[in-house]
Nanobody, 122 residues
Framework: QVQLVESGGGLVQAGGSLRLSCAASGRTFSTYARGWFRQAPGKEREFVAAISWSGGATYYADSVKGRFTMSRDNGKNTVYLQMNSLKPEDTAVYYC???????????????WGQGTQVTVSS
């Protein structure tokens, strides 16, 4: 059974930082692309960031460029999302995803984690 487990969410003031983690178990995802998506109340789930299996390529939504950084540790089957300069509009449930490629992930394929809540107060 494939599992992706997110952690690191919480409540933070605007301008603060959080680091999310997503650990994979049950199947090695070391050769899979990984990504982060988020869903705010009343809104559709949206792409936030993605990283290739090697970690050599990263992709970001325009809304988070320059503030968020995604990285991975394949030895630990874990990816991270460092979120700096957080804004109230970053408030959402953040979901981790794994898929064979970044394109496949963005096309709707792959496995999801259960999500972690991030709340940014003004």
């Amino acid at each position: 059974q494939v599992q992706l487990v997110e952690s690191g969410g919480g409540l933070v003031q605007a301008g603060g930082s959080l680091r999310l983690s997503c650990a994979a178990s049950g199947r090695t995802f070391s050769t899979y692309a990984r990504g982060w998506f988020r869903q705010a109340p009343g809104k559709e789930r949206e792409f936030v960031a993605a990283i290739s299996w090697s970690g050599g390529a990263t992709y970001y939504a325009d809304s988070v460029k320059g503030r968020f950084t995604m990285s991975r540790d394949n030895g630990k089957n874990t990816v991270y999302l460092q979120m700096n300069s957080l804004k109230p509009e970053d408030t959402a449930v953040y979901y981790c995803k794994a898929a064979p490629t970044v394109q496949a992930m963005r096309d709707g394929f792959g496995s999801w984690g259960q999500g972690t809540q991030v709340t940014v107060s003004s």
